[in-house]
């Protein structure tokens, strides 16, 4: 990294997004004078640091001691997130400051053709269809996925669930779906770049029930897509923008329940059709314009 810095510098700014190995890093641009010196907490992760062994306790103390000696600025997605990287008084601590995810609101304002996005994911155009994007890890909560959408099921042979993204726990949430006969009905879609396009044209209501986050930034998404959102009480509501439109159910409550809010959802014709999603958030701190804007001042040292 040295090496690195000397041969392409000088640099500015040096923005680390690694959490707690931050302290090391930025240890290092302090020697070798970068003076603006950034470390970005995205997400909460109080739960895994109750873990570990005690050497992982020593090294997470002094990479935190490291980050308070040798960044100038300090920023986190969420409170939580703050919370979680630079202790619990870090709104004491005046450089440190909150920096929500932006969103790029265009691809929202887009017009898309339902039938012919779930004709291309083999979907039919008439299924009530669950989703949820994220990384197939532990965090995310798969096997409750699969567990609220096998309840769902079982009351409407109408339902979908589709799931976007990869990961390490991919194969064993396919085998638990075919376990239990389901494949023909959950739609495994991989990792896309046309996010909004899914959300909008296939996806009736989204599932968050993760075990913890920083601020997830499909949650944002979803509202901007016009969708209904159940996130689990363990994500922060600071990015509740359209509140109206998510439900909040603990992760800890059985499958049972939140099926029952799912099912709720389409019973009631609530099929999150309003449109002002993009609008909405067009003056918020989740516009990626007006976040672009707050980092440039801290790149400048402002």
Partial sequence: MIRIIREYGPYDVIHSHVHHFSGYVLKIAKSVSIPVRIAHSHNDTLSLQKKGSFKR???RNLMKKWIDKY????LAASGKAAYAL???????????KIHYYGIDLDPFRGN???REIRSELGIDEKSFVIGHIGRFEEQKNHVFVIDIFEKVVKRDQ?????LVGNGSLLPNIKKKVADINLKNKVC???IRKDIP????????VLILPSLFEGLPLVALEAQAAGKWLIRSEEITGEGDIVPAFVKKISHEMPAERWADAILRIKAESHSAKY?????VMKESQFNILNGLKELEKYYEGK
Avoid: Q
């Avoid at 960044?71 to 300090?74: H, N, R």
């Avoid at 870090?90 to 450089?95: D, E, G, I, R, V």
């Avoid at 109408?158 to 589709?162: D, I, R």
């Fill in 86 to 96: 630079f202790g619990c008084n870090w709104n004491l601590k005046p450089w440190i």
């Fill in 275 to 279: 449109s002002g999603g993009p609008e």
């Fill in 71 to 74: 960044s100038t600025v300090g």
């Fill in 57 to 59: 306790r020593l090294y």
């Fill in 158 to 162: 109408k339902a979908v669930l589709l």
């Fill in 197 to 204: 396009r899914i959300l909008i044209g296939a996806i009736d």
């Fill in 112 to 114: 898309y053709n339902l």
């Fill in 188 to 190: 495994f879609a991989g």
